[in-house]
């Protein structure tokens, strides 16, 4: 097994960091790594925003859900889909590129492309022996985030990520198993081996929070899943991402 896929499979998310800045050196290097990503058609729709003001990452924090570790890390970044550049691209040459900026599928490639670049950063960063967090709690409020942020139409924070120095040594939670993920030529359709395999995978994450938390916690991984898919959230982002001129068809 060689250094890349060790440092891949010992990810685990880190939520308290020591009080040490990364260098401009380490975030240049995090994104340069973020741009070597696979981009589809060359078109490199995101933009990353790098957060060091101390009162915008509280206000982010609260946004976030007041989360202390988007306040309290070794760098914030913010990632965000983004066709403002490919407008000012288009009107440079004289194109109207609207009707297709506007479409599901080029916000599906702006979406894939940061989430690309984003993992590239986190492995990056990880290598490195930094510890990584991702934060979709910025999307509690996106407006107030783009007007803190003042990103212009055409761009949308997707997510933050948390880099630092660990200040925690946390577990590492078990994924599903590979059986249950992987499927050779065709979808998996058997609802009994679906739920076979899922009642493993119970016990599994029922036995790692009852460890973790000396018998205070015992939940299933079924049983968490469906009670935060029961309840709607965000609804709004419909309305917000085509308020930015983007999945309008």
Known sequence: MNEVIKTLLEHRSVRKFKEKELTKDQVKQIVESAQSASTSSFIQAYSIIGVTDKEKKAKLAELAGN???????????????????????????????????????????????????????????????????????????????????????????????????????????????????YHENEYEQDAAAYKKELDVYNETISAYYKERTGDARQDTWTAQMAGMLEKKSRLYMNEFVKSKKMNLD
């Open 67 to 181: 989360q202390s570790y988007v306040e309290n890390n070794g760098h914030l970044f913010i990632f965000c889909a983004d066709f403002y550049r490919h407008q000012v691209a288009a009107e440079m040459e004289e194109k109207d590129v609207s009707a297709t900026l506007e479409t599901t599928e080029k916000f599906m490639v702006t979406v894939i492309d940061a989430s690309l670049a984003a993992q590239n950063a986190s492995i990056a960063a990880e290598s490195m022996g930094l510890g990584i967090c991702y934060i979709g709690g910025l999307r509690n409020n996106l407006p107030e985030v783009c007007n803190l942020l003042k990103t212009p139409e055409r761009v949308i924070p997707l997510f933050a990520l948390v880099v630092g120095y660990p200040d925690q040594q946390t577990e590492k939670k078990p994924r599903i198993p590979f059986e249950h993920i």
